[in-house]
Nanobody
Framework: QVQLVESGGGLVQAGGSLRLSCAAS????????MGWFRQAPGKERDFVAA????????YYADSVKGRFTISRHNAKNTVYLQMNSLKPEDTAVYYC??????????????????WGQGTQVTVSS
C-alpha cells in the first residue's frame, strides 16, 4: 500500500508560478511511475504529466508542455510539479498518482493504482 499526500497548492495570479509536491509512503516509491492529473469543476480528471522510476523519462499533456516540469527525488520519496506561466485555465484540483510499474508513462487514469487527496490550484486573471 502506498499513501500519497499533495501540498503546495494555492492562489496565484496569471503568469505566476507554483510548485506542487507529493510525498509518498513506503519503500517501493523508487520503482513506481508517478503522474499528476487535474480536475476542474464540472470536468473530467485529465492527465498533466508523468515521470518514470528514475526520472530519466517524462511525458506531458500538450496543454502544459513548456510551462510545467515534473521531477522526482527518490531519496525523499517525493515527486514535484513545477508550474510556470500559469493561466486561469490551469485552475483545478491537482492529484498525484502512482503506478506500480516504473517504465511506462500512461496518460490514462485507470493505469494508476494509488491516488492522493488532491490540492487546489487557483489562477486569477
Amino acid at each position: 500500500q502506498v499513501q500519497l499526500v499533495e501540498s503546495g497548492g494555492g492562489l496565484v495570479q496569471a503568469g505566476g508560478s507554483l510548485r506542487l509536491s507529493c510525498a509518498a509512503s513506503g519503500r517501493t516509491f523508487s520503482s513506481y511511475t508517478m503522474g499528476w492529473f487535474r480536475q476542474a469543476p464540472g470536468k473530467e480528471r485529465d492527465f498533466v504529466a508523468a515521470i518514470n522510476w528514475n526520472g530519466g523519462n517524462t511525458y506531458y499533456a500538450d496543454s502544459v508542455k513548456g510551462r510545467f516540469t515534473i521531477s522526482r527525488h527518490n531519496a525523499k520519496n517525493t515527486v514535484y510539479l513545477q508550474m510556470n506561466s500559469l493561466k486561469p485555465e490551469d485552475t483545478a484540483v491537482y492529484y498525484c498518482a502512482a503506478r506500480p510499474e516504473g517504465r511506462y508513462l500512461p496518460p490514462r487514469l485507470e493505469e494508476y493504482r494509488y491516488w492522493g487527496q488532491g490540492t487546489q490550484v487557483t489562477v486569477s486573471s
